[in-house]
């Protein structure tokens, strides 16, 4: 079985990625069209929390930078977005772009600050810049828009994408659809990106960082450079991010880039599985599907609105709590147990 | 003059409760080399504990003490049940511990006392003292928080200073396998340095809570800035911390008085980063950068 | 995964479990294509209407503004346990967006798209509510009553779906004004205002009437508990009337700092922030511990629109407490309770304006034809019409005394920008009999 496998898969590394990704493409395409409006719109959200995790799975799961402040590097993508699009003049691709550049722009200064400090500082400061940065916003407010934040258009579906769409489907294109459709070419792009960073030279070498610093200099390597650098790819991805999140949800304002946006995506990386892409989208599933299936089951289960709204962090808390006490490595780290005992058993039967 | 001496003496009592909590994070950290993010959360539990008690119709000192108590008895069992697993493991892993906890206590503690706002009584008068003709904003509970700071201050300098069992905390943090073959008891003194902490943490929970409101998240805004004081001061000594927690105190209250309430948190950002720059571990580490 | 040769197999392999775990969670289902009209509409059918809101019900903005919902769902169970609507009981659904824009915007998704809400009612807070104003519009929605007196709802041409509700905070600002005008004319006014709209709206309604008396002006960005700085400043620019234009928590935090400084200005607060039952019990605990004043808030001035817990004498105020009795769950009647029940009898008036088969389209219409003419527990009209979704037109400036308040001012109502303010002199009409009102159906 294994060895069929193999020799379909080919042998280039890149044109295995892609060929991933393609599949990946159908999959999305399937799932988006068999499912409902409001299950298109949970994607589209899972999808801008999975590329912020992705970026962060190359800073913290590779490089071993823990930064508690990407949901501020995502803010600096969504007001980019919120303020390009605002004209109308400017196509969202573009917009996109821009604020993946002028977040990884902001990562420069971030990275260069962020390589000089280790645990609990980094920690410190990506926490400072978590809580700091959504108050520009309001000192700003003549261009920021304040604690109101400013509105983003959404964008609307070309006629020869929907036209396409329909040719394909003959359903007709949401506009949650649409959204959920752009934000998963995104990730889609950004896993092709990143697994072939992560397994190439680059990714070799953060690893080598990461677990022992003082070898990798002895080895030649430029720590701060490197460090530098896992930061700005990694900010590129939150501001890409970011950049989907204000067209997701149409506003750019400081109440929604507060630390428990960024302790979500760790939260996402971490229970994922630290150094997985794959991880990473897990773990932001888990993000978007689990709070409002609890609060379903605690509704359910006649409990009161208020209640059962109290209870999705709480089952949050205890299933971080659980899957670090039972499973570090997280779903991933699971997986691959089971996935390994599963061929151990095949081999000895 | 009168607005200086009031935003100044404001930061000085500010900054006595960052003071508080950062000795907090910085037993924990020298205890056991984790950066307690759940330790808001369960000050906060603790202090509802208090309130409960209160408000069933005992004195402010039995809720003040069951408090204490109570965080003594929170720490070591999170120590024993939760943090045992993940200690010695990934530093990662125990931060998203104590985060999960962090996110579940503040969830439990809206379901069991209520999502409202309730005042929290001070042991103390609330009216500023007066100077002359004028009233500042120091009043006796400030002097009780800045009096408390100190002492659990100086209490912590000395037990890691001069005692045996701060010595023994210190090595277990430092090396579990040498302090072991040392005889130390590793385990027990692990528990210990989470119970410490959180009976510190419990504190700075009450003194926060006085002649203030308190909700389930009313201790959000002071992990941060307590968090940014610790790291000032350098997380090994508390008197750091205590320096620490001032000069955040006195900052962010000057620029919330001069330049505006919205820069709070961005001042922050700011003296922390500069201090960071120019000093990676904090204002007051004497330790030399380690390598290896 | 050791290999990187895999990585691409995981990808696929994940597509995989995506789809099925949404396969396992797909459980809403696909709504039917009923829109676009017809006797009646999404949400509604032969037994029920169904309507859906978004609240803090967790975090730092929870405390106090999580009692709204349970206010008019009670007033729901009330009616429906009457008959209901045209015979259909209502079915209220509210959710949790913890005071996030993020958050909101997927609550909402999930209560158009899976609960298939027929309208939105009491949707709470500017900057939430801002973010799903489009989505809301886009689809049709009837976004009624939004709770947060910010003037972004009164945009008809735009927004042709969404209403106001409660007295905008620029109109609170011009009565505010012309009452310290009027009455105290030699003031030197300082303002303590909440860092967005509601503090800038606020402003900009009292600086056309007192531009030239205000010295000093002191916001604070909710969530930063510490405004000490604020208060200094205002007492150093020598402010011997404070208008405040915040929440509840920040009056008890104002008038505690007030007190360590011992500045004692005439207090304003604004209806949102005054609240005296809230913050006289907030206060007043302390009076348990070592504070000697019992009611701080005594002789401050506030504004007014519904007969709240200080009147419990009031026909509205007996209403309520006795629906509250019936369906209520835990804890006591609160000003937001009646708030969220005033707000339910508006919605069961414009329910019942829509007729026996109501549509999306129906009920907008039925605002913007009758909606000037409803009246209800709010001592103003509103000012509903084609042109206009503004909500409450006016207010009444009141002395807090105790656990009551007097009257200082006739209600006046005004409108927004030069509009000139006027008395407003119909009489206060109490509930009706059975305390369901009774409106006809328009056109």
């Known amino acids: 079985m294994r ?19 393609v599949a990946g493409l159908v999959v999305v395409v399937l799932v988006l069209e068999t499912t409902s409006p409001f299950r298109n719109s949970q994607f589209a959200t899972m999808s801008y929390y999975a590329i912020a995790a992705a970026g962060l799975t190359v800073l913290t799961g590779l490089n071993g930078q823990i930064s508690l ?79 109101q934040g400013l509105s983003v258009r959404s964008p609307r579906p070309p006629d020869w994408f929907a036209d396409a769409h329909y040719f394909l489907t003959a359903g007709e294109l949401g506009g949650a659809k649409y959204l959920a459709y752009v934000g998963w070419i995104t990730l889609l792009v950004v896993v092709l990106l990143l697994a072939n960073l992560m397994a190439g030279r680059y990714g070799r070498v953060w690893r080598a960082v990461r677990d022992d610093e003082v070898a990798a200099e002895l080895a030649g390597m430029r720590l701060g450079g490197l ?60 993000l978007v599907f689990l709070p409002p299936a609890v609060t379903n089951l605690g509704t359910g289960a006649g409990l009161t609105g208020v209640q059962a709204a109290q209870l999705a962090p709480l089952v949050y808390g205890v299933v971080l709590v659980v899957v670090m006490l039972l499973a570090p490595g997280g779903v991933m780290g699971l997986l691959r147990r089971l996935w390994r005992r599963g061929i151990n058993q095949g081999g000895s039967t | 003059m009168q607005q200086f001496v009031n935003i100044t003496l404001n930061g000085l009592s500010q900054g006595a409760i960052y003071a508080a909590f950062a000795l907090a994070l910085v037993l924990i950290w020298r205890a056991t080399r984790i950066i307690n993010f759940a330790q808001g959360a369960m000050a906060m539990f603790t202090t509802y504990l208090a309130l409960t008690l209160i408000e069933s119709g005992q004195s402010y000192w039995v809720g003040f ?228 | 995964m050791r290999r990187p040769g895999h990585r691409g197999l995981a990808i696929g392999a994940l597509a995989t479990i995506a789809a099925l775990l949404i396969s396992s969670c797909g459980a809403g289902g696909r709504p039917e294509d009923g829109e676009g009209g017809g006797a009646s509409d999404v949400g509604v059918t032969a037994e029920s209407v169904k309507v859906g809101a978004h609240f803090p019900l967790t975090g730092v903005a929870a405390p106090g503004y999580s009692e709204i919902p349970t206010g008019t769902k009670a007033y729901f169970d009330y009616v429906n346990a009457n008959g209901g609507v045209h015979g259909r009981t209502i079915d209220y659904v509210y959710r949790d967006d913890a005071y996030n824009p993020t958050n909101t915007s997927q609550v909402v998704n999930e209560l158009v798209l899976q609960d298939e809400i027929f309208a939105m009612v009491g949707g709470l807070g500017t900057p939430t509510h801002s973010a799903v104003l489009d989505f809301l519009n886009g689809e049709g929605v009837p976004d009624l009553f939004v709770s947060s007196g910010s003037l972004l709802w009164n945009q008809p041409g735009k927004n042709p779906q969404t209403f ?90 104002s008038q505690l700092t007030a007190m360590r400084l011992n500045y004692r200005p005439q207090w304003i607060y604004s209806n949102v922030g005054s609240d005296p039952a809230l913050v006289g019990s907030l206060l007043s605990r302390f009076s348990e511990g070592k504070v000697t004043d019992a009611a701080m808030l005594d002789g401050a001035i506030t504004t007014e629109y519904l007969p709240g817990v200080d009147a419990p004498e009031n026909p509205w105020t007996r209403l309520w407490q006795k629906v509250w009795d019936a369906h209520g769950g835990r804890g006591e009647l609160t000003n937001y309770r009646i708030y969220g029940m005033s707000q339910a009898y508006t919605f069961v008036q414009a329910l019942q304006a829509a007729g026996p088969e109501p549509t999306r389209e129906g009920i907008v219409r039925a605002l913007e034809e009758i909606g000037g003419e409803l009246r209800g527990p709010a001592f103003v009209p509103y000012r509903y019409s084609a042109d206009s979704h503004a909500g409450l037109a006016g207010v009444k400036v009141v002395r807090i005394e105790g656990d009551a308040t007097e009257d200082l001012s006739q209600v006046l109502v005004t409108g927004n920008g030069d509009t000139e303010i006027t008395e407003y002199t119909e009489q206060h009409a109490g509930p009706p009999q059975n305390g369901i009102p009774n409106v006809q159906p328009a056109s």
């Open chain 2, 65 to 292: 003490a069951a408090a204490l108590v109570a965080g003594l008895v929170l720490g070591a069992l999170v120590e024993r049940i939760v943090m045992r697993p993940v200690e010695g493991g990934p530093e990662l892993n125990a931060v998203i511990v104590t985060l999960g906890l962090f996110v579940a206590f503040q969830a439990l503690a809206a379901i069991l006392f209520g999502a409202t706002f309730q005042s929290f009584p001070a042991p103390f008068g609330l009216r500023g003292f007066t100077v002359g003709e004028f009233t500042i904003a120091f009043t006796p509970f400030s002097v009780f928080v800045i009096g408390s700071v100190l002492v659990v201050m100086l209490a912590l300098t000395a037990l890691f200073r001069f005692t045996d069992l701060g010595l023994r905390m210190r090595a277990s943090a430092f090396s579990q396998e040498v302090s072991r073959l040392l005889g130390v008891r590793v385990g027990r003194m692990l528990t210990l340095g989470w119970a410490f902490a959180a009976v510190v943490g419990s504190l700075a929970g009450l003194l926060i809570a006085g002649g203030n409101l308190v909700h389930p998240a009313y201790m959000d805004a002071v992990i941060v800035y307590g968090f940014v004081a610790a790291v000032l001061g350098g997380l090994e000594s508390p008197g750091g911390a205590v320096a620490g927690g001032l000069i955040t105190g006195l900052a962010l209250s000057y620029v919330s008085g001069y330049l505006g309430s919205e820069l709070v948190t961005l001042a922050a950002l700011g003296i922390l980063v500069a201090v960071l720059l120019v000093r990676p571990r904090g204002l007051f580490s004497r330790v030399a950068e380690r390598r290896v």
């Open chain 1, 69 to 147: 402040g990407h949901g501020a590097l995502m803010a600096v993508g969504a007001y980019t977005t919120a303020l390009l699009l605002e004209g109308g003049s400017v196509p969202f691709p573009l917009a996109m772009l821009a604020a993946a550049a002028v977040t990884a722009v902001a990562g420069v200064v971030v990275g260069a600050a962020a390589a000089r400090l280790h645990g609990p500082y980094l920690a410190g400061a990506t926490l400072a810049l978590a809580v700091g940065v959504p108050g520009l916003a309001i000192y700003f407010d003549g261009l920021l828009g304040g604690e």
């Open chain 3, 164 to 253: 106001g509700w409660q007295p905008d905070y620029e109109v609170e600002g011009k009565i505010i004004g012309q009452y310290v005008k009027q009455h105290m004319p030699d003031a030197k006014v300082g303002l303590f205002l909440q860092d967005d709209d509601f503090g800038d709206d606020g402003e900009k309604g009292a600086r056309a009437y007192i531009g030239d008396q205000i010295v000093a002006a002191e916001r604070y960005a909710p969530g930063n508990t510490d405004v000490a700085p604020q208060i200094a400043a205002l007492q150093a620019a020598g402010a011997d009337v404070v208008i405040g234009f915040n929440v509840p928590s920040y009056t008890a935090l």
């Open chain 1, 3 to 21: 060895a069929v496998l193999r020799r379909l898969v080919p042998r280039s590394l890149l044109l295995r990625n892609l060929l991933g990704v």
């Open chain 1, 227 to 286: 460090r530098i650098l896992a930061f700005v790819v990694s900010a590129a991805c939150a501001g890409l991010a970011g950049s989907v999140l204000a067209m997701v949800v149409r506003l750019a304002a400081p109440s929604g880039f507060t630390i428990v946006l960024s302790l979500s995506l760790l939260t996402a990386v971490v229970v994922g599985g630290l150094g997985s892409l794959t991880g990473a989208l897990l773990g932001s599933a888990l």
